[in-house]
C-alpha cells in the first residue's frame, strides 16, 4: 500500500494548506520537464495520486481508515515501504561521488 502522507512528506495530521504546499514543492521538484531522472514520470505520478487523495476530505477519509487498517494488519511491510522511500529520497540528493550537498 502507498502511503500517500510519506509520498507527500506531510504527517496524518497535516491541514490542507500544508498538503497544498507540499504537493506543490514535491511536484516542482520532480516534474518530467524539470527533472531528468529516470523516476521523475513516475514519483511525479505519485506525488499527483497522492494529492489527488488527501486533498478531497471523502477519499481522505477513506484512505486513513484503510491506512490504519493496513498499518496494524501489516506493520513490517508498512515499515519497510517508509523506509526504502526514505531512503530513496535521501540518495536522490546525493551527487556523483557521494558528496552529499549541504
Not at 516534474?31 to 521523475?40: E, F, K, L, Q
Request: hydrophobic content about 35%; glycine content about 4%; aromatic content about 8%.
Amino acid at each position: 500500500m502507498k502511503d500517500h502522507y510519506v509520498t507527500l512528506g506531510v504527517t496524518s495530521s497535516a491541514a490542507l494548506s500544508d498538503i497544498k504546499t507540499a504537493y506543490r514543492q514535491q511536484a516542482s521538484l520532480h516534474h518530467p520537464d524539470r527533472n531528468t531522472s529516470p523516476d521523475a514520470p513516475v514519483r511525479f505520478r505519485a506525488i499527483q495520486e497522492a494529492y489527488d487523495v488527501l486533498s478531497d476530505p471523502d477519499k481522505r477519509q477513506a484512505f486513513d481508515n484503510n491506512r490504519q487498517r493496513h498499518l496494524l494488519s501489516n506493520p513490517m511491510d508498512t515499515a519497510t515501504a517508509i523506509w526504502q522511500d526514505y531512503f530513496a529520497r535521501q540518495m536522490a540528493h546525493v551527487q556523483p561521488g557521494g558528496v552529499y550537498p549541504g
